[in-house]
């Protein structure tokens, strides 16, 4: 990544933390690792807020919200995130997931949904209660809409934060591994390594 | 028909849950402690910034980051930001960007949600 000092954990529990996980064929990926560098700056707020969003009660499942992560980060030509929250997708859905999105053959709702964030992202500023209203027709509840906004926000955010400091996965198994890691548990550090 | 399924459910509190951890997240970042001051953070975010190079990264960050190259953050070096000052007014930027949309987004639904 292009900030070098945060591939390294600044704390001794952190550094035992990634050599857990290095000796259980894993790696912490990049956004994992910033947020252990600056946990009051970025990490705790960002983690809890993209916890309670992706894995707390909704109207969406975690496969829908994972696929409207997917969908802004590709709007945003950010490969990283589309690689992780398309597998985590693509796991709970089915492999071609985002094609059949694309292609019109996905439920309605969260196609109403996915369709307004992609908007939202591309040029907010040309959106309109048009838009709104086509995500209603499509029987999006106004705050089932807003809670895909809230996924687009957070999407907004990293894919940026990601693609300028030059955040990768160090192979393809690693983010197919993380990926399935971030589904089975979240998007959780423990406290200790937070602080 | 499939189509005319209501799709809501969201728990009465749940948005404004959200809004809350949204919040933390802009104070955090905005006022919190870092390297860089609270004023260039606060521009950062806004999308105004007196210094050139800084403010073409940044401006960047914010349109298309996938442009963003190890040269445009070795400049930045250059002129003297450290890896935390780098971190920290990239985020803000993405933050400025993502809270714009998030702004146009709950608008267009009524306001305060």
């Known amino acids: ?195 | 028909m499939l189509g005319r399924v209501s799709r809501g459910g969201v728990a009465a509190d749940r948005l404004g849950g959200l809004r809350g951890d949204v919040a933390s997240l802009v104070k955090a970042v905005l006022e919190g402690e870092g390297a860089t001051s609270v004023e260039a953070r606060q521009a950062a975010f806004a999308g105004r910034c007196d210094d050139r190079a800084v403010a073409a990264y940044l401006d960047l960050v914010r349109k298309h980051a996938y442009r963003v190259t190890d040269e445009d953050v070795e400049h930045l070096r250059a002129g003297g930001l450290d890896d935390d000052a780098i971190f920290e007014l990239t985020v803000a930027a993405a933050l400025g960007a993502g809270v714009a949309r998030l702004q146009v987004g709950l608008e267009l639904l009524g306001g305060e949600r």
């Open chain 1, 1 to 195: 990544m292009r900030v070098p000092s945060y591939e390294l954990a600044a704390r001794p529990s952190q550094r035992a933390f990634v050599h857990l996980t290095r000796s259980l064929g894993g790696e912490l990926d990049d956004v994992g690792k910033a947020a252990m560098r600056r946990p009051n700056f970025f990490g705790n707020p960002f983690l809890r807020l993209t916890q309670s969003l992706l894995r707390g009660p909704s109207a969406w499942s975690v496969g829908e919200r994972e696929l409207f992560a997917a969908v802004v980060s590709r709007a945003n030509s950010c490969q990283f995130c589309v690689g992780t929250h398309g597998e985590i997708a693509a796991k709970e859905l089915g492999r071609d997931v985002l094609a059949r999105l694309d292609a019109g053959r996905f439920n309605p709702q969260a196609a109403a949904a996915a369709a307004f964030i992609e908007a939202l992202t591309r040029d907010p500023n040309a959106l309109s209660a048009a838009d709104v209203e086509r995500a209603t027709a499509a029987g999006v509840e106004p705050d089932a809409l807003a809670e895909a906004v809230y996924v687009a926000f957070v999407f907004n955010t990293i894919n940026r934060v990601v693609d300028a400091l030059g955040f990768k996965h160090r192979s393809d198994r690693h983010r197919r591994r993380g990926a399935e890691v971030l589904r089975r548990l979240g998007y959780r550090l423990p406290d200790l390594l937070l602080r």
